[in-house]
């Protein structure tokens, strides 16, 4: 006996009696296969049938030229890309060495990739000709943008606007804001004001407020109306003061105490060296300040002031269109004095002082009628009459009968209720009106924004 074949013999008896190791089972076992009952191995994979084709995937760019090449129908075919070659089966072994007859053939264990997915798929195609690579690069051009990059806002929940005072605005401060019931009728009338007022304009607009009586509220129209205008706007205002008769424009917008401690520069000063003016910063040396609104003071000597003439105002008008958007100009109380011509020339529209007393309604009905009269129908038609009841009258006055006429001969009436912050004729500061006030100066600012747009 050969001395290998002694060698297996000596083994063979030695393990005879001894417990063999239990073979470890293959865990990668294939959907639906059971285990062999003797040995714990799995049973040899099913060899896959070579007869059929596996499926193959196109590639990404394989699929957007077929897309384009769908759309491509009415013009010119393109060439087809070439066809993905067949995959090649395995080579089968010419020969498998025979297994001991006591112990099964032991089979590679199937892979577990392709036992859950199925066959391979095949390499992706040839790349397709030139044409159909332009086409996918235009179906990729052309395809839609999805909606979270074109709208952002659509992951963002809308919210109601904050209330402000009132019940509602109550209850949100009480609650910390977890109550929200959203403002009132009163306040979206509020916002829209502000809305109105707020608009961007194009261009520079010039609104003239004037009367032909004094004392029923035109200078401290003309400073509510700027500070408010300056409150809501973006670009700050400026007012003009072109009263003849020394005008209180800026001790109305600043304090006279004030006023009388800065450089009390004029009109007249800005008219002697208009020419080296050339920026914002050279003419904010013959402006004044009452918060964002800026003020042209005008002059205070009576032997000058009515030396205003329509050609210099025009000037002034000229060099402040290069720098604000809005300009109301504050004039005397008559249209025939010198500089009223090149006013009206330059008024996009206007504002007519009024107030309750019988002889103010009169003058205001005067003051349209004139215009009219004079080649300014459209700025009479288009007016806005402001009644402001700064001196009550008696009861014996029908102020419902004086709205209704004044109201059918302009584009709008506003009524400004008496308050003493205005009937004083000293400083105008919002801040200090009362809310009704107020508001009536968001519908005048809100009037005038209307006429330039």
Known sequence: MPESADKNARATAHNAGQPQPRRRRDLRRPAGASPDARTGTMPAAATPNNSRTAPTRRSSWAEAAAVADAQAQAGATPEAPAAAPAPVPAAVPASVPAQPADRPAVQPAANPATSRRGAVPAEPSAPPSNVSRQAAKLAAADAPISDFITAPGSFVREQKPRPRGGFRGALYAMTGGAINLGPGPRQREEDELGRRISRQLQGSYNTAVLSLKGGIGKTSTTV??????AEFRGDAPCAIDANPDSGDLVERALGEGIYQQSSPRTITDLLKNIDSVDSLTALARYMHHAGRLHLIAGEQDPEVSDSLTAEE???????????????????????????MSGILQSADNLVIAAGYAVSGAKRARSTLQWLASHGYEDLARNAIVVITDKDEVSSRVDKDAIEDHLSGICRQLIAVPHDRGVADGDLVTLDVLKPETRRAYKEIAAAIVDGYV
């Open 224 to 229: 509510g109306v700027g500070l408010t205008l």
């Open 313 to 339: 105002y025009l000037r002034i008008r000229k060099l402040i269109s290069g720098y604000y958007s809005v300009a109301l100009t504050d004039c005397g109380t008559g249209v025939t004095h010198n500089a």
